[in-house]
């Protein structure tokens, strides 16, 4: 018995806007770790794409170079399930453009899913965004970077998730942690 499909699941990865320590707006830089460790575990559980979001140029043409590398370069022939993973992956300077682009594959807008460490008041629980998952209506979960999606953009989305809770009051995983665990409790084999 398999998890739930993920054919109309996506990932984002924004890296704008997102707040820093002190609660400012700011564009995070983009790691070669988030971008290979979520590629991974998209393709793991069947994510149908992972987009990663951020304005700066420089950012994007890092990205698309490490990118080529391993799909079309010299580690595509060394590492092919590397290739497997990144080959999903796509750069977009808006999240809206990533919107715009599941639109037209999709034939329809995808519901947007916002993730944090914090709770809202309106949060869904992992339960019931699985439900949501089973209708045939695209989804797309929001990661922030840096220390989390601007209070804009979570206002903006159509669902805020649960926060992952730990052991203690300690709340600080890396990114691509978050996604894995997250990944895991919706799309995930039932014990």
Not at 18 to 34: H, M, P, R
Not at 101 to 108: K, L, N, P, Q
Not at 168 to 173: A, I, K, P
Request: charged residues 25%.
């Amino acid at each position: 018995m398999t998890g739930l499909p993920a054919k109309r699941l996506y990932v984002a990865l924004i890296h704008y806007p997102v707040i820093d320590k002190n609660g400012e707006t700011i564009a995070s830089a983009v790691t070669n770790l988030d971008l290979h460790d979520i590629a991974r575990v998209c393709r793991t559980y069947g994510v149908k794409g992972y987009y990663v979001i951020t304005p700066l140029e420089d950012q994007k043409v890092l990205v698309d170079r490490i990118l080529h590398h391993w799909t079309a370069g010299v580690g595509r022939a060394y590492n092919p399930k590397r290739q497997q993973a990144l080959e999903r992956v796509k750069v977009s300077t808006t999240f809206a453009e990533a919107i715009a682009d599941i639109a037209e594959v999709e034939g329809r807008r995808p519901k947007t899913v916002a993730t944090s460490a914090r709770r809202h008041a309106d949060s869904l629980s992992y339960s019931r965004l699985r439900g949501l998952l089973a209708d045939p209506v695209p989804h797309i979960l929001a990661f922030g970077t840096a220390w989390g999606l601007a209070g804009t953009f979570m206002a903006e989305a159509d669902y805020r998730l649960d926060p992952l809770v730990g052991a203690g009051t300690y709340n600080h995983l890396s990114v691509r942690s978050a996604v894995s665990i997250i990944l895991d409790r919706l799309l995930g084999r039932p014990e």
